[in-house]
């Protein structure tokens, strides 16, 4: 290469050193400049922010206050118990009130489940005869809550307040326990339901076992002790084939897990009346019916089904026969639990500790008339004036048993127990309210009209 161009070559790659210089220098004050802005900007900003928090800053008192009445009100919202001292007396007194007896030695029961079916009739006719009666329920959405809050209107119409709780909530249950000295427990809160089971296993386990032992917990260490009659159930017979059922069959061998919560409660009431006095007393109850019902029950939605044109499922056992039920009226379970309460006698532990043997008793109630499923569906077409799409199947393997029939003859020698309404007369005054409370105008026969009462 000539000396020249050797020379035009050094000179070219110096000046681009050059200019590279510059241009690092150039770059380094503009990203020293960018950073001054931007440190000025946030600067700018964060004291804007401290201008706008102190405008508007609450003393932290205020929000440890805030927070308090928040837990406070929930407290409220899940035991009914209110947070302020006027508020909590103005509770107190209707719990009082609602507890005390209005005729000379009546009973103050604490009815659980009470905006329940069973527990809505038995706490009205304890209070009509005089009875106090306090209702403590959940109203859980096991089926239409509304109904539930239907029937605790009723209930307040006869001055009858229901404590909304739960049996799991044991400081609930020990204020009430406090405020008043219950004679009695009228214990029919329970998961209820054979299918249902096997779509929440859990809620069974919950209610009918760990809430009831959380109330025999509250009720052992109650001065006075209340006698106790809770609802246990026929299911407890299980796979039993012996007829018809009877207080002295087995009952060991049951079909679904509802049915096992029920045993299970029938042992644990030994035992605390073993241990601790408590004065017990189950009822197993066969297939209740009536107004106010459950919408889960087979009358009940064959009643809506048939209404509605829809077909409805009717089980036969696995041999194509018959699957037969013995359905009981409201108004016998009502008097039978009336029966059971008066006859209780008093539990004999004091702080937890027993005193001496106490009452330990189970009773059937049902009607003593099985009656199968089909003339079941027969008498309600009747009433209804229409035709059911009956759909008929085998019976699926969800815990159902084919067949119940009462023999209580136990419940009879004990308290007089006798029911006596069939069912086309029972059915006859659920249609009758089924109608009327959902505004249905269907061609249904009027109160007098003749139902065939022929098995």
Same mark, same amino acid.
């Given at each position: ?8 070559? +050094?000179?070219?790659? $110096?000046?681009? /050193?050059?200019? %590279?210089?510059?241009?690092?220098? #150039?770059?380094?004050? *503009? &990203? ?56 909590? +007396?103005?509770?107190? $007194?209707?719990? /009082?009130?609602? %507890?005390?007896?209005?005729?000379? #030695?009546?009973?103050? *029961? &604490? ?72 004679? #009695? ?271």
């Amino acid at each position: 290469m000539p000396p020249t161009a050797t020379a035009d070559t +050094s000179k070219t790659v $110096k000046l681009e /050193r050059y200019n %590279s210089y510059l241009r690092k220098i #150039h770059s380094t004050k *503009v &990203l020293k400049a960018s950073s001054k802005v931007l440190f000025r900007a946030t600067l700018l900003v964060a004291l804007v922010l401290l201008l706008l928090f102190a405008i508007n800053y609450h003393p932290l008192s205020d929000s440890r206050a805030a927070a308090s009445h928040h837990l406070h009100r929930r407290s409220f919202l899940s035991t009914g118990i209110f947070s302020s001292s006027s508020s909590s +007396s103005t509770w107190e $007194k209707r719990v /009082r009130q609602s %507890s005390t007896a209005k005729r000379p #030695h009546g009973l103050s *029961v &604490l009815v659980t489940g009470a905006a329940g079916f069973v527990g809505s009739h038995c706490s009205i006719a304890l209070r009509k005869r005089g009875d106090g009666v306090l209702g403590l329920d959940n109203f859980n959405d096991y089926y239409d809550p509304s109904l539930k809050r239907a029937r605790q209107e009723l209930l307040e119409k006869q001055q009858v307040f229901i404590v909304e709780g739960d049996l799991n909530d044991g400081p609930l249950l020990r204020k009430l326990f406090d405020i008043v000295p219950f004679t #009695h427990v009228l214990h029919l809160a329970a998961q209820a339901g054979v299918r249902y089971a096997m779509k929440n296993p859990q809620s069974y386990i919950s209610s009918n076992i760990a809430g009831l032992v959380n109330l025999l917990e509250v009720a052992k260490a109650a001065n006075p002790q209340p006698a106790i009659v809770w609802a246990s159930s026929s299911s407890v017979y299980g796979l039993n084939t012996e007829n018809p059922f009877s207080e002295e069959h087995r009952t060991d061998q049951p079909a679904s897990l509802y049915a096992a919560t029920k045993k299970a409660g029938e042992e644990i009431a030994h035992t605390y009346n073993h241990i601790y006095g408590l004065s017990l007393t189950g009822l197993r109850f066969f297939t209740v019916y009536g107004p106010w019902g459950r919408p889960d029950m087979a009358y009940f939605f064959f009643t809506k089904d048939i209404l509605h044109g829809k077909s409805i499922d009717i089980y036969r056992t696995q041999d194509n026969q018959e699957v037969a039920r013995d359905f009981t009226y409201i108004d016998d379970i009502v008097k039978g639990c009336v029966g059971a309460l008066d006859t209780a006698e008093k539990s004999t532990g004091s702080g937890g500790k027993k005193r001496g043997p106490a009452q330990l008793r189970v009773y059937n109630l049902g009607n003593t008339s099985p009656v199968p499923v089909g003339r079941l569906v027969s008498i309600l077409e009747g009433l209804l004036g229409t035709k059911a799409r009956k759909h008929l199947i085998k019976m699926p393997r969800n815990g159902d048993v084919p067949y119940t029939h009462a023999n209580v003859s136990l419940a009879y020698k004990d308290f007089g127990y006798k029911p006596t309404t069939d069912l086309a007369a029972g059915l006859r005054k659920f249609v009758k309210w089924y109608v009327g409370y959902y505004g249905i105008q269907p061609r249904v026969k009027k109160e007098n009209s003749h139902v065939d009462d022929s098995a």
